[in-house]
């Protein structure tokens, strides 16, 4: 333990020393440059001769094994740990909050819509577990069935028909509106009893008063866990859930005689262990219940976190978003041009990627043309013919890059040393020379190779007049009307032509449709390019 004790002695001055030399004595913002330095300097101390000598000074009578080595370094990153968490309570806490939710008028109705898709996802679970174990022998599963079974009757009392709720007088007719509006479009959605009803609005309550800013900065990751920890504990919830599966006709009619026998014991005692089954059985559905709900609440307090932090991609954020998309793109794939600009050592990385692509079986030859497969099969030393087949030398190329080290002969990229197949090369007819020399005319005549070196003929498209002041800016532009636009104007760019469109122009003017296309994940095409 003295050895340890040591160890953990010099890597925390070790680490204290690159902390204090980051100089992080104020509550200030702290640059994410600072943050990354400080772990390299970490990472530079953990791969150091000294460190090395520690963790060998540390177990002094043993061989050092890997065993050791990932003890030692355990030990280091929790020194770090603790002392980036000294650093950390400098700094309060963030002050941004959310407004005070409570549960309204027009939300009730909501509530009770989402109440009934928890009771109807909760029974085709169950209805999925009785059809995979009905025809079991095993115990286990046995005892799944019957617990399913016992659930899925409880979950069919809770459930209420259209006609019958219709015609019922409830005690809140307005929660039935949403309920009502989503079966015009949606037939057979799940409706439920006025007693669950009322569990789900006092369960939406208590979700209100621990899904808050503050639960989220102390919680953190266990937020959910917490939340679910506290709504358990309520004894009023408790007994609205227990009052709702008690008024059911199918509790009531598969119940058991709650009457106890005087004289016989084994009857007594087969009662009893039908009601604790009871008991057990609403425990396992009041859970599932809470769960699918406050599952429901995170995802609606995550999106009022978004809008009162008002975090919203910017115009900049985007750029930069292309830009890392562009640079993602260009890793994943490679071709003739990036191979001949490539230059480092004898092509090593050209080489290291093209057989990295082979081996995942990445077509990444195929779409190179055929005298660029010429020039990569003498950059290998491989035996190509001109007249040989494209797939053959696709076959020859990939069997040479799979079984080479490096490229052997790279000259083969240098301009002068061979003439590029996309370049026209200038030749001379035999026949305007002839036709020249004997009449002496000074005639001049082009063969087919110097078509090329033409000036193209080109019409002429109609573009609308730009000002000026929109010409020389250097700034985006919008592609309909081509110009700036005022200040907090909103943008978007198209994600076929990288071009950028005002909101208005975009015809992305509802909240509607502008609201679809922040997330990442959704393209957003122009009208010219769909």
């Not at 002392?83 to 400098?90: M, N, P, T, V, Y």
């Not at 898709?117 to 029974?123: G, V």
Request: with cysteine; proline share 3%.
């Amino acid at each position: 333990m003295n050895e340890i004790t040591k160890f953990c002695e010099k890597e925390f001055f070790a680490l204290n020393a690159i902390m204090d030399y980051m100089n992080i004595t104020e509550p200030v913002q702290v640059k994410p440059e600072t943050l990354t330095k400080f772990i390299e300097k970490c990472h530079q101390h953990q791969i150091s001769a000294q460190y090395k000598l520690n963790c060998m000074l540390c177990f002094p009578n043993t061989n050092i094994l890997s065993g050791h080595w990932y003890i030692t370094y355990k030990l280091t990153v929790a020194i770090r740990q603790f002392i980036l968490s000294r650093k950390e309570k400098l700094f309060p806490s963030a002050e941004k909050e959310i407004s005070k939710r409570q549960v309204t008028n027009a939300s009730k109705a909501r509530i009770r819509y989402v109440g009934g898709y928890c009771i109807h996802k909760i029974k085709e679970e169950q209805v999925s577990i009785v059809k995979t174990h009905m025809y079991s022998k095993s115990v286990e599963a046995q005892e799944k069935y019957e617990k399913a079974s016992n659930v899925l009757t409880i979950v069919q009392g809770m459930r209420e028909k259209e006609e019958h709720l219709k015609k019922k007088n409830t005690s809140d007719p307005d929660s039935l509106m949403d309920t009502i509006r989503k079966q015009c479009t949606n037939k057979g959605l799940t409706h439920i009893s006025d007693e669950l009803y009322q569990f789900f609005v006092k369960l939406c309550e208590i979700c209100l008063t621990l899904l808050i800013d503050k639960n989220l900065n102390e919680k953190g990751e266990l937020l959910f866990d917490h939340c679910f920890t506290e709504i358990k504990r309520s004894t009023e919830l408790t007994d609205l859930f227990t009052h709702a599966c008690s008024v059911s006709n199918a509790m009531e009619s598969t119940g058991q005689s709650l009457i106890l026998p005087s004289e016989n014991s084994h009857q007594i005692e087969a009662v009893m262990n039908g009601i604790l089954k009871k008991v057990s059985i609403m425990e396992y559905l009041f859970t599932l219940v809470i769960k699918k709900f406050l599952f429901i609440m995170l995802v609606q307090f995550r999106a009022d976190l978004i809008q009162a932090f008002e975090v919203a991609k910017t115009m900049s954020h985007r750029q930069q978003i292309q830009l890392r998309k562009k640079k993602e793109e260009s890793l994943k794939s490679i071709t003739f041009k990036t191979i001949t600009d490539d230059n480092t050592d004898r092509k090593h990385m050209s080489h290291s990627l093209l057989q990295g692509m082979l081996l995942r079986k990445t077509a990444i030859l195929e779409p190179m043309t055929k005298p660029q497969l010429l020039v990569l099969c003498k950059a290998y030393n491989l035996p190509a013919k001109t007249q040989s087949k494209k797939a053959e030398s696709v076959k020859v190329l990939t069997e040479g890059i799979l079984n080479s080290q490096c490229m052997s002969k790279t000259e083969v990229f240098v301009p002068h040393a061979s003439t590029s197949a996309q370049e026209p090369v200038p030749s001379t007819s035999t026949m305007s020379s002839c036709s020249t020399h004997d009449s002496g005319e000074p005639t001049t005549h082009t063969s087919r190779g110097n078509v090329s070196e033409a000036i193209p003929i080109t019409s002429v498209l109609e573009l609308p007049i730009l000002d000026m002041e929109t010409v020389e800016s250097d700034e985006e532009l919008c592609k309909v009307c081509h110009t700036k636009g005022k200040s907090n104007v909103e943008w978007i760019q198209c994600n076929s032509c990288n071009q950028w469109l005002h909101r208005n122009c975009a015809g992305l003017r509802s909240k509607a449709k502008w609201n679809k296309f922040q997330d990442e994940g959704i393209p957003f095409m122009c009208t010219e390019c769909i």
